[in-house]
């Protein structure tokens, strides 16, 4: 039983964990929006071009590298990503956890929407609801 509950304490710090990591680049992107003005954009190089002599590969070589590569882009673009490995008890237990919490969900959370959302109306109103 503790293992389950461990589980399940796991499972939710997961999901606090994305979320609060996809808050912190929200608010990253919308610093960097706000402060979009004040970047200074280099228009000329810093330092010279450095002479590299003649190319490494002719390139009728080079031009069938960037095609072999262009393919590997277009089918690994293709392909579905691979779930993560997992624990197979861990999984077990989220697929037995699944429809007991869909089951609560569905029996308490329009009722706790509805306290917080009458909650929150009052407050920005100040009138009751």
Do not use: C, Y
């Amino acid at each position: 039983m503790e293992e389950i509950l461990a589980s399940i304490k796991k499972v939710i710090a997961e999901d606090k964990d994305a979320r609060a990591a996809e808050t912190a680049a929200d608010e990253v992107e919308q610093d960097n929006e706000d402060e979009g003005e004040d970047v200074l954009e280099l228009s000329e190089e810093l330092a010279p071009k450095a002479d590299l002599g003649p190319p490494l590969l002719k390139e009728t070589a080079a031009a069938a590298s960037r095609s072999a590569f262009d393919q590997l882009s277009t089918v690994a673009a293709s392909v579905p990503a691979a779930p993560p490995q997992a624990n197979p008890l861990e999984e077990m237990i989220r697929e037995m956890l699944r429809p007991i919490l869909k089951q609560w969900l569905d029996d308490h959370l329009p009722r706790l929407v509805d306290e917080h959302v009458r909650r929150e109306i009052t407050r920005i109103t100040g009138r009751p609801v």
